[in-house]
């Protein structure tokens, strides 16, 4: 069980990785994609306001009596210097057309010439019109009506924008500014669950040491209490019977449960790699079924066996053994009244199985993978069962060590079903 955490762990963090570049990347293409579509709009919009600005000077106004006159070089009409009435066109064309751009929301930080469509001949521009800025956006209205007739050539207002990004980024800015933030909350809660994992590893790291520790511990004045109940017993005369029964049965029990705790952690840091060999899996039967010590017990066990004599596998033994009798232990000890188990052992899909089913209270579904946990028990039901939860982790971690897995059926008041299923060699 703990050597698998960190691996689902990093699976998780890989996920979540993909996920927020994923998530990152369809932003930016989202966003990418509004920038274009608000980019039209305005294109849109800009040559809409300039048609407008046409029209407006269609007819004689005094705007387009001005640029007529510019073109025509014609100064009889405004009695001052060509290229005086050049400037002056130019800077109220310029205060028009930024009132009327500002009007409509548009950007004023903008260029302008008039030009001949045919002969490309400028008849006036601003100062920068031809300067090596990096334009963003060109516009051309044809300035039909007055002036074209005045001067009978094809005169053109060019347009030129030098920035947008201020009034593009407030188009956007309604999404782009909750996407950022969105996505640097994530960015945030993402490096909080990374540490709280790591946190979490070192706590689950210092909690194995320090059973560990404490089972090495517990050991020595195990080993003591039993010798000196064994000297005990053999001095007495029989009246301590009862008290030396006691505290045999119950150091017995203790010492059970710190070897498994020891069997575990050894299992877990690898220091013990299981010595797995080919077994016969009738044979090993056979012979686990002859170890079982506790005959009374063993009498309640119907034993269905269906193992082909060929079916081989690859198995530790004796981790296998006390797999089994884990399963075994359990099946009497939460089997309830009816103390009735079976253990079936056959082969499936090229699989050996293993199975311990017994009558008792069974197990809620949502119950079925944490038993498998280190230090479960199931809560409400089988107080009475005394124990560490341990030897369902035990069972797992061995087993998956042999390429095998272990299973459960189960449901309350229907028995529970526990299944080992080793691969068959071929
Ligand atoms: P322990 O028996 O020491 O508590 P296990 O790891 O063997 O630890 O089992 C974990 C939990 O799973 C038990 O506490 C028990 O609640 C439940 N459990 C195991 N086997 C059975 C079973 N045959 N029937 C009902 N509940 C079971």
Same mark, same amino acid.
């Given at each position: @069980? =703990?050597?698998?955490?960190? *691996?689902?762990?990093?699976?998780?963090?890989?996920?979540?990785?993909?996920?927020?570049?994923?998530?990152?990347?369809? =932003?930016?293409?989202?966003?990418?994609? &509004?920038?274009?579509?608000?980019?039209?709009?305005? *294109?849109?919009?800009?040559? @809409?306001?300039?048609?407008?600005?046409?029209?407006?000077?269609?007819?004689?106004?005094?705007?387009?009596? /001005?640029?007529?006159?510019?073109?025509?070089?014609? #100064?009889?009409?405004?009695?001052?210097?060509?290229?005086?009435?050049?400037?002056?066109?130019?800077?109220?064309?310029?205060?028009?057309?930024?009132?009327?751009?500002? +009007?409509?929301?548009?950007?004023?930080?903008?260029?302008?010439?008039?030009?001949?469509?045919?002969? +490309?001949? #400028?008849?006036?521009? #601003?100062?920068?019109?031809?300067?090596?800025?990096?334009?963003?956006?060109?516009?051309?209205?044809?300035?039909?009506?007055?002036? =074209?007739?005045?001067?009978?050539?094809?005169?053109?207002?060019?347009?030129?924008?030098?920035? @947008?990004?201020?009034?593009?980024?407030?188009?956007?800015?309604?999404?782009?500014?909750?996407?950022?933030?969105?996505?640097? /909350?994530?960015?945030?809660?993402? &490096? /909080?669950?990374?540490?709280?994992?790591?946190?979490?590893?070192? /706590?689950?790291?210092?909690?194995?040491?320090?059973?560990?520790?404490?089972?090495?511990?517990?050991?020595?004045?195990?080993?003591?209490?039993?010798?000196?109940?064994?000297?005990? +017993?053999?001095?007495?005369?029989?009246?301590?019977?009862?008290?030396?029964?006691?505290?045999?049965?119950?150091?017995? =029990?203790?010492?059970?449960?710190?070897?498994?705790?020891?069997?575990?952690?050894?299992?877990?840091?690898?220091?013990?790699?299981?010595?797995?060999?080919?077994?016969?899996?009738?044979?090993?039967?056979?012979?686990?079924?002859?170890?079982?010590?506790?005959?009374?017990?063993?009498?309640?066990?119907?034993?269905?066996?269906?193992?082909?004599?060929?079916?081989?596998?690859?198995?530790?033994?004796?981790?296998?053994?006390?797999?089994?009798?884990?399963?075994?232990?359990?099946?009497?000890?939460?089997?309830?009244?009816?103390?009735?188990?079976?253990?079936?052992?056959?082969?499936?899909?090229?699989?050996?199985?293993?199975?311990?089913?017994?009558?008792?209270?069974?197990?809620?579904?949502?119950?079925?993978?944490?038993?498998?946990?280190?230090?479960?028990?199931?809560?409400?039901?089988?107080?009475?069962?005394?124990?560490?939860?341990?030897?369902?982790?035990?069972?797992?971690?061995?087993?998956?060590?042999?390429?095998?897995?272990?299973?459960?059926?189960?449901?309350?008041?229907?028995?529970?079903?526990?299944?080992?299923?080793?691969?068959?060699?071929?």
């Amino acid at each position: @069980m =703990q050597r698998m955490r960190p *691996d689902r762990k990093s699976i998780a963090v890989i996920i979540l990785v993909i996920a927020l570049g994923g998530l990152g990347f369809i =932003q930016y293409r989202m966003l990418g994609a &509004y920038y274009s579509l608000s980019r039209a709009k305005m *294109d849109q919009q800009i040559s @809409m306001t300039l048609a407008e600005t046409g029209d407006e000077n269609y007819d004689r106004t005094l705007l387009s009596n /001005l640029i007529s006159a510019i073109i025509t070089e014609d #100064t009889l009409a405004f009695p001052v210097s060509l290229d005086s009435l050049r400037n002056a066109g130019t800077q109220f064309y310029r205060m028009y057309l930024t009132d009327r751009f500002a +009007r409509a929301n548009l950007p004023t930080s903008f260029e302008f010439a008039i030009t001949d469509q045919i002969t +490309r001949e #400028t008849y006036l521009a #601003t100062e920068n019109y031809s300067s090596g800025i990096q334009w963003v956006g060109n516009y051309k209205l044809p300035l039909a009506g007055v002036i =074209q007739r005045d001067c009978g050539c094809a005169p053109f207002l060019n347009v030129r924008f030098s920035r @947008m990004e201020a009034v593009l980024f407030r188009g956007i800015e309604p999404v782009l500014v909750p996407a950022i933030a969105c996505f640097l /909350l994530l960015i945030v809660g993402f &490096y /909080l669950l990374l540490r709280i994992l790591r946190e979490q590893k070192y /706590l689950d790291r210092v909690k194995t040491d320090f059973i560990n520790n404490l089972t090495h511990e517990l050991k020595t004045p195990v080993f003591s209490i039993s010798l000196a109940t064994r000297i005990m +017993r053999e001095k007495n005369d029989g009246s301590m019977n009862k008290y030396l029964d006691r505290v045999e049965k119950d150091i017995d =029990q203790l010492k059970g449960n710190v070897e498994k705790v020891l069997e575990l952690a050894s299992i877990e840091n690898r220091k013990n790699l299981l010595d797995a060999e080919k077994l016969n899996a009738r044979d090993f039967l056979e012979e686990w079924k002859s170890e079982q010590d506790n005959e009374g017990m063993i009498q309640l066990v119907e034993w269905e066996s269906d193992l082909p004599e060929n079916a081989f596998i690859k198995a530790d033994a004796a981790h296998l053994r006390n797999a089994l009798n884990n399963l075994l232990d359990n099946a009497f000890k939460y089997g309830g009244e009816e103390q009735k188990v079976k253990v079936i052992s056959r082969v499936e899909n090229d699989e050996v199985l293993f199975s311990v089913t017994d009558k008792g209270p069974g197990i809620d579904k949502s119950e079925h993978e944490a038993i498998f946990g280190k230090f479960y028990r199931v809560q409400n039901g089988h107080a009475a069962a005394r124990g560490y939860g341990l030897g369902l982790s035990y069972v797992r971690q061995v087993i998956k060590m042999m390429n095998g897995t272990v299973a459960v059926t189960s449901a309350p008041h229907e028995g529970s079903t526990f299944m080992i299923k080793l691969p068959c060699l071929k």
